[in-house]
Structure formats: C-alpha cells, structure tokens
Nanobody, 116 residues
Framework: QVRLVESGGGVVQPGGSLTLSCAASGGFTNIDVMAWYRQTPGKRREVVARIDSSGRLEYNDFVEGRFTISRDSAKNMVYLQMNSLKPQDTAVYYC??????????WGQGTQVTVSS
C-alpha cells in the first residue's frame, strides 16, 4: 500500500523559512510526478509546485521565486524549501504522488502557519 508522510510544518514569522519533506513508501516501481499542494479552510486545494521524473519543474505564480521543489528519486522523497514566507502562505500543505498505471496518492497534510 502506497503511503506518503509529510514532515517539517510549523509556525514561522513572516520572512522566515521552512523546509517540508515527504517520504513515499509502498509497493511501487517508480513515481512519475511528485508535487506539493496547499489548502486553506473554505478554499480549493491548489498546486504549489510539481516536479516530474525527468526533473521538469512547475510553480504556481504566487510562489514568485520564494520556494524550491526538489526530489531524491532514489529515496522516494520530495522536498519544498520555502523562503520569505508570508502570512498568506498559511495553509495545510499536502504531498502528492502520481504512480504510472496505478493511481494518485496524497499525504495527510502538514500545517504551516506564518504569523508574528
């Protein structure tokens, strides 16, 4: 059974930094796309950044160069380095993985709160 476990969330002051990590485990051969999404109460879940198996990166416009997504395919890990955090970045952040010919998977989410 495929499982995604996030870590690294917490409370940080505006302008601060956090790094989120996500570990994928379970019976799969390879992962195509790994991504980070976020969601706030009453709003739809939105993509933050994604990286595919060839290393191609995509970022949502609101990132504005502040975040960096990376992955270690050998360890089935994906990371999100977040700098210059703003209060509007406060959300639950979810890890996502697409396994070819199998399914899409989500982590349980990790809370990021940006507040002074």
């Amino acid at each position: 059974q495929v499982r995604l476990v996030e870590s690294g969330g917490g409370v940080v002051q505006p302008g601060g930094s956090l790094t989120l990590s996500c570990a994928a485990s379970g019976g799969f051969t390879n992962i195509d796309v790994m991504a980070w999404y976020r969601q706030t109460p009453g709003k739809r879940r939105e993509v933050v950044a994604r990286i595919d198996s060839s290393g191609r990166l995509e970022y949502n416009d609101f990132v504005e160069g502040r975040f960096t997504i990376s992955r270690d395919s050998a360890k089935n890990m994906v990371y999100l380095q977040m700098n210059s955090l703003k209060p509007q970045d406060t959300a639950v952040y979810y890890c996502y993985a697409m396994i070819p010919d199998v399914d899409n998977y989500w982590g349980q989410g990790t809370q990021v709160t940006v507040s002074s």
